[in-house]
């Protein structure tokens, strides 16, 4: 069985087959872009942390999904760290992340 990074890199390495997604920096950690905006990156914690929309993101921590994103002491409303590894779980919100970020660039 993959580790969460392994997971993780190889759905990064499928991501990255789009011409408008990339890698960058964000908070010391690698991640992935879309038009220049982070939509997607690895924490220090060793878990996947995804934007979307707050609705959505809302959803998946009701469900046990993911966890709600708290840096310093602030809720990020549309950041969720996702919890258990879950390959086509975590593919396609890989996806929905990608898509959500890239309409918030056009």
Do not use: I
Request: net charge negative; no cysteine; hydrophobic share 45%.
């Amino acid at each position: 069985m993959s580790t969460t990074r392994e997971l993780y890199d190889d759905l990064v390495t499928e991501q990255l087959v789009r011409p408008e997604v990339s890698l960058g920096r964000m908070f010391h950690s690698e991640g992935l872009k879309v038009n220049g905006k982070v939509f997607a990156f690895f924490s220090k914690d060793q878990r996947v942390v995804l934007k979307l929309p707050a609705a959505r993101a809302a959803e998946l921590v009701s469900e046990g999904t993911a966890d709600e994103m708290v840096m310093a002491a602030r809720r990020m409303r549309e950041w969720v760290a996702l919890r258990t590894p879950d390959e086509e779980v975590w593919r396609g919100l890989l996806t929905e992340a990608a898509t959500y970020v890239e309409s918030l660039t056009r």
